[in-house]
């Protein structure tokens, strides 16, 4: 899954995407690179973002995804939390719905991914992003966020989204310490055990920053050592900016583990 930011301020690309014709040519580029699913997002999510109005995020994101919809063969995810944006985003084109709330910011987003038949991105996320990197706190980092995709993943279904259609993410970054984000990712072959496919987002994160003391931009090594381990351990999508790079690690990592 490549990621394309349309926004001022997010923490790895922010402003280099925010043109949206810009934006649309680094989507085909993303595709020639390997990509199998673009993620669009117009609202930063970073720690302590600010949030955007709906009516901004909408003119961010739908002209980006009518403009890639016409011309890629691959799927094109929605990154938002709000309903309405989804099914706008739906719509234009978009055929998978992820979102960083896990259906808990806008009560009407299942109802949204429900009706569409939209397969949707159930991640964990300690707070909000304004506040989710202030002090947060688990005993059990791994059960915990386990119960929770467990929990969400019920809901989900028992709103009339199809079990096909869940996919859960532990949410490496959103309101977790180094420790959280090392232990989540050691233990990702735990969550397979909910029966949906896994989602790991751990591209350039201030975790990989802070162990090898790197800038953002430096990152790429770091995000290919937690990439390799995450599939070993049984990720499904791997939500990387380096497409081209982790296309390369991701061949070479299946190739290990099916031989």
């Given at each position: 899954m490549?990621?394309i930011?349309v ?5 790895s ?5 925010f ?6 040519e ?5 595709e020639a690179?390997g990509?199998?699913i673009?993620?669009?997002?117009g ?10 109005s ?15 919809f016409a011309h890629v ?12 944006v989804?099914?706008l ?6 055929s ?16 949204v991914a429900?009706?569409y ?11 909000k ?9 688990y005993?059990?980092v791994?059960?915990?966020v386990?119960?929770?995709l467990?929990e969400?993943?019920e809901?989900?279904e028992?709103?009339g989204?199809?079990r ?5 993410d ?9 420790i959280?984000n090392l232990?989540?990712?050691?233990h990702?072959?735990?969550?397979r055990e909910?029966?949906?496919p896994?989602?790991i987002?751990?591209?350039r994160?201030s ?7 790197l ?10 050592a937690v990439?390799?381990?995450a ?7 791997i ?11 991701v061949?070479?990592t299946?190739a290990i583990n099916?031989?």
């Amino acid at each position: 899954m490549g990621i394309i930011n349309v926004t001022p301020d997010s923490f790895s690309d922010g402003g280099l995407f925010f043109d949206q014709e810009r934006a649309i040519e680094y989507g085909l580029k993303l595709e020639a690179e390997g990509a199998d699913i673009i993620d669009i997002g117009g609202e930063s999510t970073r720690p302590g973002s600010i949030p955007v109005s709906v009516e901004d995020e909408i003119k961010r994101v739908i002209p980006v995804i009518k403009g890639l919809f016409a011309h890629v063969k691959i799927p094109i995810s929605i990154d938002t939390y709000k309903s309405e944006v989804a099914e706008l985003a739906v719509k234009a084109g978009a055929s998978i719905i992820n979102d960083v709330s896990a259906l808990r910011f806008d009560p009407d987003m299942v109802k949204v991914a429900g009706e569409y038949n939209t397969p949707v991105v159930l991640m964990h996320m300690l707070g909000k992003p304004q506040d989710m990197q202030k002090s947060p706190f688990y005993a059990d980092v791994v059960q915990e966020v386990y119960d929770f995709l467990k929990e969400r993943k019920e809901y989900a279904e028992n709103n009339g989204i199809k079990r096909e259609n869940i996919i859960i993410d532990p949410g490496i970054g959103f309101g977790k310490r180094i420790i959280h984000n090392l232990a989540l990712i050691k233990h990702i072959d735990l969550f397979r055990e909910l029966q949906c496919p896994v989602l790991i987002g751990p591209s350039r994160k201030s975790f990989i920053g802070e162990i090898l003391n790197l800038s953002v931009d430096k990152r790429v090594y770091g995000t290919a050592a937690v990439v390799v381990l995450a599939i070993t351990k049984g990720a499904n999508i791997i939500r990387v900016h380096d497409v081209k790079a982790m296309k390369q690690v991701v061949k070479m990592t299946d190739a290990i583990n099916n031989a």
